[in-house]
């Protein structure tokens, strides 16, 4: 199965809409003092070759079609502390999903299986954020020895679960999620991150990880313009 790595495909996040400056360890992303919010896109160029303008797409073909984001620190721990909000601009093209169980359930929330399940009734867990378009994609919640029940993937971070309830897929009622990252500035995701401006990030390194499952195939397309 072909693996990729979308930092190696030329897509990268950067400060403004034209995908000219890259945000880096070097030139890391400032946010506003006074809303907390830090924006940022993320895209690649077209970009030349022979001779021929080329556009390239990496589509996901089988598996779920489903983009996730997370904050991660220095040892690629996920770390939501801090983290209130975030939201996106809505780009680019989108599938179903509905499989009972999605295949690395543990990348959504820690909470994804019986062994994990919650202890108390209204447990606030962080979950990854993932890119949907509205409410009809949910997460599917389940609990031994009960139905299953959804709450809304859309536009949240964190969910509600009660005694021995966990996460364990995301679906959709329709084509709700993300399948399909394109060059081009017009196809450049912003995405909009908001900080608690009360919480200390003193030695606080973030970085952000976009990933999807470890069965979801995806395919590199270049396609001339």
């Known amino acids: 199965m072909q693996t990729y790595n979308l930092f190696e495909q030329g897509f990268r996040f950067y400060h403004d809409p034209s995908l000219h400056y890259e945000i880096t360890p070097e030139n890391t992303v400032k946010f506003d003092q006074t809303t907390g919010k830090a924006v940022m896109y993320f895209g690649m160029r077209d970009y030349l070759s022979n001779g021929k303008r080329l556009r390239k797409t990496i589509r996901f073909t089988a598996g779920p079609p489903i983009l996730f984001m997370s904050p991660h620190d220095s040892n690629a721990d996920i770390k939501w502390d801090g983290v209130v909000n975030i939201e996106w601009e809505r780009k680019g093209v989108y599938g179903a999903y509905s499989q009972n169980c999605i295949s690395d359930p543990e990348k959504i929330s820690e909470h994804f299986n019986p062994a994990t399940a919650v202890t108390n009734d209204n447990t606030t867990i962080r979950t990854a954020f993932v890119f949907c378009y509205d409410s009809n994609a949910k997460y599917l919640i389940k609990r031994d020895g009960a139905a299953d029940r959804t709450v809304s993937a859309y536009n949240v971070t964190s969910v509600v679960l009660n005694q021995n309830e ?10 709700q999620l993300l399948k399909e990252l394109k060059s081009g500035t017009e196809n450049a995701i912003k995405l909009s991150i908001t900080y608690d401006l009360a919480y200390d990030f003193t030695a606080d390194a973030r970085g952000i990880s976009l990933y999807t499952m470890s069965d979801t195939i995806a395919r590199a397309i270049e396609e001339e313009i």
């Open 166 to 175: 966990y996460i364990c897929s995301v679906i959709s009622s329709g084509s």
